[in-house]
C-alpha cells in the first residue's frame, strides 16, 4: 500500500494528527516515509474530496486533521479491496 | 534547510495562503534534506498544475520541450558542407545518365574506397577509436549526397549532379568532396573506355562525359545537421506530456481559484 491518500487516512483513522505526526505515524505502521510535498498534496485533496477536515488546536501552526465519515468508509471500502487481492494472492501462492 | 522554505514559495499563492503555516512547522518538524526538497518541488509543481488551465499546461509543456531541444543542440557537432558540381556532357537520356552515375557510384562509394579515403586523408581520427571499418564506412556514406540537380545551359536543360560531403573541419570536406569528383570523373572515363572496347570502337564515345562544372567549395558557415529534428521532437514531446498532465489534472478536481 503506497498510496499517500489511504495512508493518510489509515493514519488519521487511529485519531486526529497533524502534518509532522501522520508522517511518523506512517513511516512506523507502513515503513513509508512520506516527503512533505507528498503528504500535503494527500491533505489536500483529501480535504478538497471531504474526506478529512481541520480541527481546532491550541498550537496555531501545527494543525491537526480528522477523518470524517467519508472518508471512513472510502477507508474501508478500499481496505476491504486491499484484502481480497491479500486472500486471493495468499491462496494462490499456496496452491502453486 | 533554508532552501526548502524558498522551494515552498513555489506552491500557488491559494495554497500557501491556506496551508503555508502548517507547512513551514512541518519543514521545522521533519527538517528535510534535499530528497525533501526534490519532493516539495513536485508537490509544487503538481500544485500549479492544479489551478492552471489545460491550454497554459499544454503551451507551457510545448515550450519547455522546445527550450530543452533547444539546449540540447547547443551540443551539437558543427559540420561544413563542402559542394561540387559535375556536368554531364553526353546526350544519353536521363534514365542511362542516372544509371550510368549509380553505377559509378556503387565503385566510388564502395567499401574498398571508401575505406583508402579514410585511410588516405585521415578522416575521422576519434571515431575509427570505437567504431569498426564497417560501421565508419557506412557512417561516412551518410554525409555523402550525390543527387540530381536542374542545370540550365543557354535556355537548355543540361544534366548535372551535386556531390557534398559534411565534415567537422571544412578544409578536410572540401578535399574529400575533391578526391570523390576526381573518382567519379576517372571511373566515367574507365566506363567509357571499356564500353569503347566492347563496341570495337577506337574512341571511347559510349559514356556520358562527367566534367567538373564548380570545383569543391570551401564551405564558409558551419551546418548542425539534425537540429530541426531535435528542435520539433522536443516541441512535439513537450506537446504531449503538456497534454498528459493537462488530461491528468483536469480529472483531478480543481481547487478554487483567488
Known amino acids: 500500500m503506497s498510496d499517500p491518500t489511504l495512508l493518510v487516512l489509515a493514519s488519521l483513522a487511529e485519531g486526529d494528527k497533524h502534518g509532522y505526526a501522520m508522517m511518523e505515524d506512517i513511516a512506523a505502521f507502513a515503513q513509508v516515509r512520506l516527503g512533505p510535498g507528498t503528504l500535503y498534496g494527500a491533505i489536500t485533496r483529501l480535504e478538497q474530496r471531504g474526506w478529512i477536515k481541520p480541527v481546532a488546536s491550541k498550537d496555531d501552526r501545527r494543525q491537526p486533521y480528522r477523518i470524517t465519515g467519508a472518508g471512513r468508509e472510502h477507508l474501508t471500502e478500499q481496505l476491504s479491496q486491499l484484502n481480497r487481492l491479500v486472500k486471493t494472492g495468499q491462496s494462490r501462492l499456496k496452491e502453486a | ?258
Open chain 2, 1 to 258: 534547510m533554508r532552501l526548502n522554505y524558498f522551494v515552498a514559495r513555489l506552491y500557488p499563492k491559494w495554497w500557501r495562503d491556506r496551508y503555508g503555516e502548517e507547512f513551514a512547522a512541518l519543514l521545522e518538524d521533519a527538517r528535510p534534506g534535499l530528497a525533501g526538497t526534490f519532493d516539495i518541488c513536485k508537490g509544487a509543481l503538481a500544485m500549479q498544475l492544479t489551478n492552471w488551465s489545460p491550454k497554459r499546461i499544454l503551451a507551457c509543456g510545448a515550450l519547455a520541450g522546445l527550450a530543452i531541444a533547444g539546449v540540447a543542440t547547443l551540443f551539437l557537432t558543427p559540420m561544413y558542407r563542402s559542394l561540387a558540381i559535375l556536368h554531364v556532357a553526353s546526350g544519353s537520356g536521363d534514365k542511362e545518365i542516372l544509371a550510368r552515375v549509380n553505377s559509378i557510384s556503387n565503385t566510388v562509394l564502395g567499401k574498398d574506397e571508401l575505406r583508402d579515403l579514410i585511410r588516405k586523408l585521415n578522416l575521422y581520427p576519434e571515431e575509427r577509436k570505437r567504431m569498426t571499418t564497417e560501421q565508419l564506412i557506412e557512417y561516412m556514406r551518410n554525409e555523402v549526397t550525390v543527387a540530381p540537380l536542374d542545370n540550365f545551359e543557354g535556355g537548355k536543360k543540361v544534366p548535372a549532379f551535386k556531390v557534398q560531403f559534411a565534415y567537422p573541419d571544412r578544409v578536410i570536406a572540401q578535399r574529400t568532396v575533391w578526391a570523390l569528383v576526381t573518382q567519379y570523373i576517372d571511373q566515367d572515363v574507365k566506363l567509357r573506355d571499356k564500353d569503347a572496347y566492347l563496341a570495337g570502337e577506337l574512341r571511347p564515345e559510349g559514356g556520358i562525359g562527367l566534367e567538373l562544372l564548380a570545383t569543391a567549395s570551401l564551405p564558409e558557415e558551419p551546418t548542425y545537421p539534425g537540429r530541426n529534428k531535435i528542435l520539433f521532437s522536443g516541441l512535439a514531446g513537450g506537446t504531449l506530456i503538456g497534454g498528459l498532465f493537462a488530461l491528468i489534472f483536469r480529472l483531478r478536481k480543481a481547487p478554487p481559484k483567488q
